[in-house]
């Protein structure tokens, strides 16, 4: 069981924007940094943001994320039909001495 | 540049064991933070084990004392000793470098279990 929530699925059409939430608690987003990982099927996740909103190498700049309290927010603004993919939160939990991921979020560009 | 590769991953009867490994290049391997996570069918990511640069080892609590990660500085190599493994055990597990985050992964190594 996930114990970072993310919605099941965002949609959005080609060149609009679309969030995706990841709700936590004090010992894991509350206190540790927040990565994103894209997945397209059939292959490996890849990192795209870093330490809260950092973005990777290669990661263009129309995917933002920031962090407040116990929530983290990934953004993705114009929309292409390659970000079609599963998108996942993941944190450290201090309290449990685990690592966690977000139950993911299917992206589909209408 | 960076690489991880799995394999040892197989159709395997339930209670049975099983080890994965994690070949590495390109990077400096006993300075790295080293984790396994595994993707059941059709299903989203979860974390299973990490190895720190220094040895000091955590796990989720569903493998906890079935699954025993480890590495080989010398060989440049991570395992993940699967013991008593049970159907949802099944899934493609992969091994990924943290640095900062989980920034390099392999392509994974697939392991079912089933009688």
């Known amino acids: 069981q996930s114990l970072l929530t993310q919605p099941p699925s965002v949609s959005a059409a080609p060149g609009q924007e679309v969030t995706i939430s990841c709700s936590g608690s004090n010992s894991n987003i509350g206190s540790e940094d927040v990565s994103w990982f894209q997945q397209f099927p059939g292959t490996a996740p890849k990192m795209i943001i870093y330490e809260n909103n950092k973005r990777s190498s290669g990661t263009p700049a129309r995917f933002s994320a920031s962090k407040s309290g116990t929530s983290a927010t990934l953004g993705i603004t114009g929309l292409l039909p390659g970000d079609e993919a599963d998108y996942y939160c993941a944190a450290w939990d201090r309290g449990l001495s685990v690592g966690m991921f977000g139950g993911g979020t299917r992206v589909t560009v209408l | 540049q960076v690489r991880l590769e799995e394999s040892g991953g197989g159709v395997v009867q339930p209670g049975r064991s099983l080890r994965l490994s994690c070949a590495a290049s390109g990077f400096t391997f006993s300075s790295h933070t080293l984790h396994w996570v595994r993707q059941a069918p059709g299903k989203g990511l979860e974390w299973v084990a990490v190895?720190?640069?220094?040895?000091?080892?955590f796990y989720t609590e569903s493998v906890r004392g079935r699954f025993t990660i480890s590495r080989d500085n010398s060989g440049n190599t991570l395992y993940l000793q699967l013991s008593s493994l049970r159907p949802e055990d099944s899934g493609l597990y992969y091994c990924a470098r943290q640095d900062k985050s989980l920034d390099y992964w392999g392509q994974g190594t697939l392991v079912t279990v089933s009688s």
């Open positions: 190895v720190s640069f220094d040895g000091n080892k």
